[in-house]
Every structure is written in structure tokens, then in C-alpha cells.
């Protein structure tokens, strides 16, 4: 078997165990359900849904949304039971959004699933807790896990991409993905602020951040667009340069 008859193959493959990761997880968060907060969960549904609908594109089959920051929130309070709650709708809003194949639905559904995993493993090994009353308490965990987040989420993503297109993991991962650091940073940051603001104030202080997560989200896009015309600028100099060579 040629290795263009064999990569397809992989990458079905590669596809289909990352959707059965998921599954589990899901299936584990699901296991820990609670009708405890019901309404707060809802609300953190809904808005995670409304965010993944004003997601950022960032190149062919590949964007970020503030999506995730209500993603990480719920896993902040309600574990991986909030995960799984909001994974899936967050999926269904991208498809709503741009209209996507089942196959990229069904990965992007266990790569999310296994960031948000990855966000509450490292959120709550750290001791983070959204019962604290300092800040400070929960800032550095909140953080870490952001970026745990981030690197499991865009890993998964830059693997596809790597099968698919037949280039090195690491440079598609430091070429797509090592700028947005900051950014998923930030989000953590903004994460835990929706995670204490809901503990200790209630759920209809959700509100209070659907400004700071627009303007994140107007940040984002402006940033991937001046990587966008970076990148055509980079390819024009390119085929300069080529066209000058061949003459």
C-alpha cells in the first residue's frame, strides 16, 4: 500500500478514535449529571451556542470563537457533566453557522470534548475551585488550564490537517496555531471571571460579560485577519521571487 492510499485511511481512522474519545467523555459527564443549577447550565448553553455563531474564521476548515471560554466556564463549575452539556451544542451552532460535513462535525465534536476534558483535569488538579473568594486563588489555575485547553483542542486540529494535507505536525501547528497563545490566554482569564461571577452573583449576571466577550471576539478577528494579509503578502513575495528565479 502506497502512502497516498494509506493516508486517507489514517485519517478516517484518526477521525473516527478522536469522536470515540469523546463519546466516552461525554458519556462519563453525563454519568455525573445533576439537576442541581439547571437554569445557570442552560444559560451557559445558550450562550456558548449564540458565541459559536459569531465564530472567528482562521483559515480552510479551521476558526475560534468565545465559545470556548463558556465551554471552560461550565467545566470550571460543573465538571465534565458541563462539558459534555455544552459540547454538543456548541457542534450543532458551527453546523448551523457554516454548514459543515457530519465527518468535521463529528471530529470537532470529540476534539472539543477532549479540551474540555483536558480544562477540568488540569483546572481541578491544580485545586482550582470556583467556590474561592480571591481571585488570586483561581486566576493561575484558570490560566494553566486555558492554555491545556488550547494546546488539546489545536493538536487535535493541526493533526488532522497534518494527514490531510500530508505536512509535518509541528510546523502546521506553529503555523496556524502558536499565535493564538495569547488570545487562548485571555480566554481562560475571561472563563473563570463568568465562572465566579455566576457562583457568587447568580445566573442573570451572565449579562455582565456579553460585552468583554464581543470585544475579545472583535479582537480575535482583527488579529486573524492581519494574519490572513500577512500570510497572501508572504506568498506574493514567494511567487516574486519564484517568477524572477525561472527568467
Known sequence: MTDAHGRPRLLAAYVIATAIV???LTAWGIS????HQALMLAAL???ACGAELFAVELFVDSHVSVSGAVLMAAGAIFGMWGVAATALPIIVAGHVRCRTLPY???FNFGALTIAGAAYVAVFRGLDGDVNA???SDVAAPAVVAGLANMAANSVFVAGAISLDQHQPLPGVWRGNYLWLVPQYAALGAVAIGVALLLTHVGTW???LFALPLVSLSEALHTRAEAM???SRALEAIGSVHDHR???
Open 45 to 47: 448553553v445558550v450562550a
Open 22 to 24: 469523546g463519546l466516552a
Open 245 to 247: 528565479r525561472a527568467a
Open 32 to 35: 455525573d449529571a445533576s439537576s
Open 104 to 106: 468535521k462535525d463529528v
Open 205 to 207: 449576571s451572565l449579562v
Open 133 to 135: 473568594t480571591s481571585l
Open 228 to 230: 490572513k494579509m500577512r
